[in-house]
């Protein structure tokens, strides 16, 4: 097994680097990766990024929003999260084989004197309270595990930006399931800091590998791959919030002016269908106002600029833009601070 070292906090970089390396790295080795990203919120592969994070909050606070390539549930990574990767060949492991690959993150918490387990599918815990989980992605001939270790998050971030919106938005994109969490650094004692557990872990994979016998450098052509992904699929919107399924979205709002009600289907990112309900006094017909929408990037901003010259007072009877925006934008509430996908 060869070591991949990779100091990228680019989340963007990072995600497009786990496909590469599954996918196009030299297959005469099997490769083990741990890494961190700054800020961002990494969603599943067949996940509806609108109905799992709060767009607002992450945009105000410059977390960043990666699709990968694998399945499984929305997870907010910083840098208190350790990310570990491995790429093997389908002949030594089968796809959904969770238990070889958590196993020396147990083995590495026992170190400390601490019980961690592997329960469902995919889950790692400690005292019933999730701090790491796994997903896998495969080729014909290679299989990619990652999963998160969550050592010292700023667990206040994960409710206000993991937001689901399940009450406004109807698609058949897989829903994170949420559990409890907690972080790992509580458990150990304090002077194990997140490089004295990196070097821990890694020494359990190779245990686990036939030992780590080589590196591979990610220079020259090989950095440049990876860049290229990001500027064709990883750090695009297209792919980040295109690739959600298709979903219907449903906003409802009473002001002053009367009740406002839209409803919108939206497909590869764009609406595709938009229709305009209430019982406000409008002296316009409210056609071309919902036909305005068609077309538009589901985005806060794009909506704004489609509305920007368009007399929306007098087609909603006195229900402004803001508002119109506020329904067609419409975030629900919170979740539980302990609780997260």
């Known amino acids: 097994m060869h070591l991949v070292k990779n100091p990228s906090t680019d989340p963007y970089f990072n995600i497009a680097l786990d496909a590469w390396l599954v996918r196009e790295a030299p297959p005469d080795h099997d490769y083990v990766m741990l890494w961190q990203n700054r800020p961002a919120v990494i969603i599943g592969r067949y996940q509806n990024t ?3 994070v709060n767009l607002d909050y992450a945009e105000r606070e410059g977390i960043a929003v990666v699709r990968r390539m694998s399945g499984g549930g929305a997870v907010y990574h910083d840098h208190g999260n350790l990310n570990f990767s491995l790429v093997v060949s389908t002949e030594k492991h089968p796809f959904n084989d969770f238990q070889s690959f958590t196993q020396p993150v147990i083995e590495a918490l026992a170190d400390f004197g601490i019980r961690a387990e592997l329960t469902g599918r995919n889950d790692v815990t400690l005292g019933g309270q999730k701090f790491s989980g796994n997903a896998q992605y495969r080729t014909s001939t290679r299989l990619l595990h990652h999963g998160t270790i969550l050592f010292d998050v700023d667990l206040d971030v994960v409710p206000q930006v993991l937001n689901v919106r399940q009450d406004k938005i109807e698609s058949k994109g897989i829903k994170s399931v949420r559990s409890r969490v907690t972080n790992v650094k509580p458990y150990l004692p304090g002077d194990v800091t997140l490089d004295i557990f990196r070097e821990v872990l890694l020494q359990h994979i190779g245990r686990h ?25 990883f750090g695009q919107r ?10 219907n979205f449903r906003g409802r709002q009473r002001f002053d002016k009367g009740e406002l009600e ?3 289907h939206v497909t590869h990112d764009r609406i595709l269908n938009a229709t305009i309900y209430g019982d406000f006094l409008g002296d316009h017909d409210i056609e071309p106002l919902s036909q305005a929408l068609i077309g538009v990037e589901y985005d806060r901003h794009a909506l704004l600029r489609a509305l920007a010259d368009l ?19 419409d975030v629900s509430e919170k979740v539980p601070e302990d609780l997260i996908p």
């Open 262 to 264: 839209v409803r919108l």
């Open 311 to 329: 007399p929306v007072q007098e087609y909603l009877g006195g229900i402004g833009r803001d508002q119109l925006l506020a329904v067609l934008w």
């Open 209 to 233: 590998n036939n030992g780590i016998d080589g590196e591979l450098p990610l220079t020259g052509t090989n950095e440049t791959r990876i860049r290229d992904l990001v500027r064709e699929r």
């Open 238 to 247: 297209a792919w980040n919030f295109g690739e959600s399924p298709p979903f």
């Open 50 to 52: 609108h109905e799992e």
